[in-house]
Nanobody, 122 residues
Framework: VQLQASGGGLVQAGGSLTLSCTAS????????MGWFRQAPGKEREFVGGVSWSGDITEYTDSVKGRFTISRNNAKTTLYLRMHSLKPEDTAVYYC????????????????WGQGTLVTVSS
């Protein structure tokens, strides 16, 4: 599976942005997927995850109510809709997938996209 993330950019605090992650490979529909982010000088952290069917989602507490993760298996695309963005959301955002049981566990993911930079100005 190859993943290609896109949609990052510069946005003012309070603004919105939608990230996309397009997957190639026929296993996409059978894997859970997740978004992670890494700010400068910090470890890569879990943002949100979605089950293979799309009906189960999880989020880290800091983005609950502001971010929405979803997937379109027909288009083999994962999305992260981000609203009410804050400067602390600034990071490189990565999509990932694999035979994951716990979407929050970074170590369970096998395939990673290249990352897309989100910068939120105050």
């Amino acid at each position: 599976v190859q993943l290609q993330a896109s949609g990052g950019g510069l946005v003012q605090a309070g603004g919105s942005l939608t990230l996309s992650c397009t997957a190639s490979g026929r296993s996409f529909n059978y894997y859970a997927m997740g978004w992670f982010r890494q700010a400068p000088g910090k470890e890569r952290e879990f943002v949100g995850g979605v089950s293979w069917s799309g009906d189960i989602t999880e989020y880290t507490d800091s983005v609950k109510g502001r971010f929405t993760i979803s997937r379109n298996n027909a288009k083999t695309t994962l999305y992260l809709r981000m609203h009410s963005l804050k400067p602390e959301d600034t990071a490189v955002y990565y999509c990932a997938t694999g035979t994951v049981r716990d979407v929050k566990n970074r170590d369970e993911y096998t395939y990673w996209g290249q990352g897309t930079l989100v910068t939120v100005s105050s």
